[in-house]
């Protein structure tokens, strides 16, 4: 099993550009989950998809941040515009079960952001 | 909100002394999770518990639930220098986990 996918792994970009980061999660889980991690915050949980439905967005931080999930096999984190305050590491996970809150989240690698 | 706490934030040990961090949660959890991050690296799941005063083992490590459901530590016995990274726990709720603020562990050889 290939475990969870992200890309791309390193982005630099500059302050105002749109960024789009990437997901496939693993074949057969039902829900999944963005997060990102910095020193200062630690690992927030910024939204989370049950069958390709948004059920909690309230960690996202601003308009700024959209995140999609067209199909079971993959979903996107937007950020338009970026600004530096955003760099971070981003995290995918994915999950399976009944109940969101009580199953093994598997991670994927995490992009690297870098907003100049 | 919900807040998930750790302490300590931070933890150096000489390899073969023991460590332990604790967890305390502002609500009461439906169960607990523990993840493992390696520096560089991504979270990578340990255990849950679900039952109040549960505790479970693997190998060197030893993991408990409080008996209220609002706290839990985990325990390593004589640290090797693979157990080196960030500790978190993940607080279980109705829809979604909320994450502790992690316990950074230094080995030194």
């Known amino acids: 099993d290939a475990g969870v996918i992200q890309s791309p792994r390193h982005e630099v970009t500059e302050m105002g550009q749109e960024v789009t980061l990437r997901c496939k999660p693993i074949?057969?889980?039902?829900?999944l989950f963005w997060y990102r991690q910095t020193m200062m915050r630690g690992l927030e949980l910024l939204i989370y998809?049950?069958?390709?439905?948004?059920?909690?967005d309230s960690g996202m931080p601003e308009d700024r941040f959209s995140a999609k999930m067209p199909n079971a096999s993959f979903s996107t984190l937007k950020i338009q515009p970026s600004e530096p305050r955003d760099s971070a590491v981003y995290f995918c996970?994915?999950?399976?079960?009944?109940?969101?809150?009580?199953?093994?989240?598997?991670f994927g690698p995490g992009t690297r952001l870098t907003v100049l | 909100g919900q807040q998930v706490m750790q302490i300590p934030q931070y933890q150096h040990v000489q390899e073969g002394e023991d460590f332990t961090t604790y967890c305390n949660s502002s609500?009461?959890?439906?169960?607990i999770q523990w993840y493992k991050q390696r520096p560089g690296g991504h979270p990578v799941f340990l255990i849950q518990?679900?039952?109040?005063?549960e505790v479970k083992k693997q190998k060197r490590l030893t993991f408990q639930f409080g008996e209220a459901k609002k706290n839990s530590s985990l325990h390593i016995t004589a640290t090797q220098t693979t157990d080196v990274g960030t500790y978190f726990c993940?607080?279980?709720?109705?829809?979604?986990?909320?994450f502790g603020t992690g316990t950074r562990l230094k080995v030194l050889a």
């Open positions: 609500t009461t959890l439906s169960n």
């Open positions: 074949s057969g889980h039902n829900s």
């Open positions: 998809f049950n069958n390709n439905v948004p059920i909690d």
């Open positions: 518990l679900v039952k109040s005063g």
């Open positions: 996970a994915s999950s399976f079960g009944r109940r969101v809150g009580s199953n093994e989240q598997f």
């Open positions: 993940a607080g279980g709720g109705t829809y979604k986990y909320i």
